[in-house]
């Protein structure tokens, strides 16, 4: 039910005011919030591909070097789970805003002490074990944040626009991966001697300037208004966890589903193909880091129009639009940059990962939210995101530098053989895909869903009921 208010009845006007100044202030915490945190976090990816190996695992061919250097890229997302649940039990039971503070403080202090790290030629094997104390730390805090972003302003957004909304903080991804991206191309560009000269130590370093910005940020945030009623009324779930592994298993499957093909083909085109294109195929120059500043700079657009579109179109329909690009995009991505031209291989990543990909990703945001009730919607999204997380994203690089240490043993080692491994790579991200498509039929629709109910949409939807819709004069917010 709708209210509307006479001509002369201004009591409203001062708290839709007050309520419109929040929602644009939890826009900007959000998403310049995962911004700045997600800068570390692609920071890592890109050192992942193109240095870390060499400096922490030197004593390994290259291709068990890239290998040993993806593997503590999987290490980061295997502990999210972990995150997940932890700062998930946290989120929906104190609230919050103090989950998106901690995140901040935790990963920008972890990618800050990566840049101190001693190398293996001083320290031994020391140093990847310290590497991968500081990364399973920076996977702690990446599991909150996400989840945590999407539900913060999934649940001030207003009826209507709350795809948009929701997005924010996931275009804010973005522009961390693209500000991530361009420090490291003026660090590498006209520098041969990056790694003797510790120069790939001063993006990890300038992190301790976004530790105190991100932080002072998320502290200015009010906490989200579906949790502030849930506080009033009493209905604030004491375990959260168990809530959801009781009652959202059908739930927790089709998120896990949903961001399998999302996940994964990001981890894919983001650290496995510019590994692809510099190490295997051999193109010179700081193109890796190039490619992705252009993908995530056509995925900063995609994200926030698919929110959009989901709002005009509905979430499910969108996303299975955007994982059948994805799907019709895999091979032809993958033969186009085996190659080796650098323009057709910069444009042909843009595309996949910058709209296909990024499209999936910009459209979950409120759908995954949305999905689950609101006993334990924080937490059900955690485990969702990070559980997929692990099975795509974090395991996708290891998966496809095997497939090409093994296209390169079936040659008699010769290296150059790599270049074949593109038919199995692109294989293995149509089955990841297909599996997301076959989930969009199971998903229920969700567009202005009540955030309030607690009980999951495929509950709702499963006893032949329409899901309720969200009524009242919060619809009228913004």
Not at 316 to 344: D, E, M
Not at 362 to 387: D, K
Not at 415 to 426: F, N, Q
Request: proline share 5%.
């Amino acid at each position: 039910m709708t209210h509307d208010h006479s001509p002369f009845d201004t009591a409203s006007i001062p708290d839709e005011r007050e309520r419109k100044k929040d929602l644009h202030r939890a826009a900007w915490a959000c998403s310049l919030g995962s911004a700045l945190e997600y800068y570390d976090f692609a920071l890592y990816t890109l050192a992942s591909a193109l240095i870390f190996g060499p400096l922490f695992f030197p004593e390994q061919t290259r291709a068990m070097s890239l290998i040993a250097s993806f593997g503590t890229y999987f290490l980061g997302f295997a502990i999210r789970p972990l995150g997940g649940v932890l700062f998930g039990m946290i989120g929906d039971r104190v609230g919050r805003k103090f989950v998106l503070a901690s995140t901040v403080l935790l990963m920008g202090i972890s990618s800050t002490l990566i840049g101190a790290l001693p190398t293996f030629h001083q320290v031994g094997y020391l140093a990847p074990v310290l590497l991968v104390i500081l990364r399973l730390l920076q996977g702690l805090g990446a599991g909150a944040e996400q989840a945590g972003a999407a539900v913060m302003m999934t649940e001030y957004a207003p009826e209507g626009r709350r795809g948009f909304y929701a997005a924010l903080p996931f275009l804010g991804i973005q522009l961390g991966t693209i500000l991530a991206a361009l420090v490291y191309f003026l660090v590498v560009s006209g520098n041969d001697n990056v790694i003797e000269s510790g120069l790939w130590r001063v993006p990890f370093f300038s992190s301790v300037v976004i530790v105190a910005l991100g932080l002072y940020m998320r502290m200015s945030l009010k906490e989200s208004p579906t949790f502030i009623r849930l506080k009033a009324l009493q209905r604030v779930c004491v375990n959260p966890l168990k809530s959801a592994l009781e009652h959202s298993r059908p739930t927790l499957l089709i998120g896990i589903g949903l961001r399998l093909g999302e996940n994964g083909g990001s981890s894919i085109y983001q650290a496995l193909a510019v590994s692809y294109i510099v190490g295997v195929v051999g193109l010179q120059g700081p193109v890796g880091v190039l490619t992705l500043i252009c993908a995530a700079s056509l995925g900063a657009m995609t994200v926030p129009i698919a929110g959009k579109l989901s709002d005009r179109f509905g979430r499910v329909v969108v996303y299975r639009a955007f994982a059948l690009l994805q799907l019709a995009l895999a091979f032809p991505v993958w033969w186009v940059l085996s190659l080796g031209n650098v323009v057709a291989s910069v444009i042909a990543i843009s595309i996949a990962l910058g709209i296909g990909t990024w499209g999936m990703f910009g459209t979950q945001a409120a759908l995954m939210p949305e999905l689950f009730g609101s006993r334990h919607r924080y937490m059900g999204v955690s485990i969702a995101r990070e559980a997929s997380a692990v099975i795509a994203g974090g395991i996708a690089p290891m998966i496809g530098a095997g497939i090409i240490a093994l296209v390169v043993a079936s040659h008699d080692g010769d290296a150059s053989a790599g270049v074949k491994a593109w038919l199995p790579i692109a294989c293995y991200l149509t089955l990841l895909t297909l599996i997301t498509l076959y989930t969009t039929f199971k998903t229920p629709e969700t567009l202005n869903r009540d955030l309030d109910e607690p009980r999951d949409a495929w509950e709702i939807a499963s006893t032949a009921t329409a899901i309720p819709v969200q009524s009242g004069p919060r619809t009228r917010t913004a």
